[in-house]
Structure formats: structure tokens, C-alpha cells
């Protein structure tokens, strides 16, 4: 039998000077960087308008190890309790 096809939907979320990206789809939530410190309400903001929270974060991919897409990444860790 054929796999039916997924469909999910990016977010661009701007967390102060920085851009993450929520990847949602009906049974996955992916957080693409984690912007800088400092501006967590603004991820908390983009998530609710969103109806999520923190503690839905499946998976959290870092692009790159700057300081503006790894920012809350220990933080978020912590929160949504993500291995």
C-alpha cells in the first residue's frame, strides 16, 4: 500500500534579532534554532499564538552553533524535557 504524504506547516518566528523556524505538522513539532538569551517571551508568544507551549517541542534542530541560533537551547532543554 502507498504511504500517504504529510503535510506540515514552517513558521518563521523572529525572537529579537534573531529567526527560528516551528515545523508543525499533525503529529510532530519541530524548532528550528533557538534564537539569542535573553528574549525567551518572544518564542513563549510565537508558540501560544501557535497553541503550543514549550513542553510540545518534539525535536529542536540547530543550524549552526552561533551564539543567535543557540541561544535558549539549554533552557528550552530543560523545559521541555527533550533528550
Known amino acids: 500500500m502507498a504511504e500517504q504524504s504529510k503535510t506540515y506547516n514552517i513558521t518563521p518566528i523572529h525572537i529579537g534579532k534573531s529567526n527560528a523556524y516551528l515545523v508543525t505538522g499533525s503529529d ?3 524548532l528550528v534554532d533557538t534564537g539569542c538569551s535573553g528574549n525567551l517571551s ?3 508568544q510565537a508558540l501560544d499564538q501557535n497553541n503550543l507551549q514549550i513542553t510540545d517541542i518534539d525535536y529542536i534542530i540547530v543550524t549552526h552553533s552561533h551564539y543567535d541560533h543557540v541561544g535558549h537551547l539549554a ?3 530543560e523545559k ?3 533528550k
Open 28 to 30: 510532530l513539532v519541530i
Open 42 to 44: 518572544l518564542l513563549e
Open 75 to 77: 533552557e528550552i532543554k
Open 80 to 82: 521541555s524535557g527533550i
